[in-house]
């Protein structure tokens, strides 16, 4: 019987870390590369769990970039120019962006509830509302480069 409680303890603890995977913008906000003065950033993201298994392609200027999975984001960096946001192939709700240098744009996408099926479209959002939209989602781009501790994080435990 006390095997059986530590294996059920056991299952539920790796479970439960499973879950905690450390990949949110505020875990990795130290570890995303500085925008280059030349270029624009766009951050793509989905606020909620509504319609999660609906994960279709993002898609700048016709080039695919990544994907839309539910309470999620990710981010591209851009020269300046007029671009187009697609997402799923769906030419009636594109998103027209300018980017101009050094700035930063967000994207959100909502659920539409369709004919035959639900959809998302893509809206731009201010500045301050998408990084406090995106703070606590689940980053899904590319890996991020390593990047060391500040010392400021280190614990006298660290020192030599």
């Known amino acids: ?18 879950c905690a995977t450390g990949n949110t913008f505020k875990d990795l906000s130290r570890r995303i590369p500085s925008l280059p003065l030349t270029q624009s ?5 989905r606020t909620t769990t509504k319609d999660a298994a609906l994960q279709p392609a993002v898609s700048l200027n016709g080039e695919t970039v990544g994907i839309a999975k539910a309470s999620s984001f990710f981010f591209v960096d851009r020269e300046p120019g007029h671009y187009e946001v697609l997402v799923g192939g769906d030419v009636e709700d594109k998103l027209p962006l300018t980017l101009a240098a050094g700035q930063t744009h967000y994207v959100r996408f909502d659920s539409r509830i369709g004919l035959l099926q639900n959809y998302l479209v893509p809206i731009e959002n201010n500045e301050i509302d998408g990084a406090a939209e995106i703070l ?3 980053y899904t781009g590319p890996e991020l480069p390593k990047r060391k501790p500040h010392l400021r994080d280190m614990q006298l435990r660290d020192m030599p």
């Open 1 to 18: 019987m006390k095997s059986r409680w530590m294996l059920l303890l056991l299952v539920a603890s790796a479970l439960v870390s499973a």
């Open 41 to 45: 950033r766009v951050y793509f993201y």
């Open 136 to 138: 606590n989602m689940d």
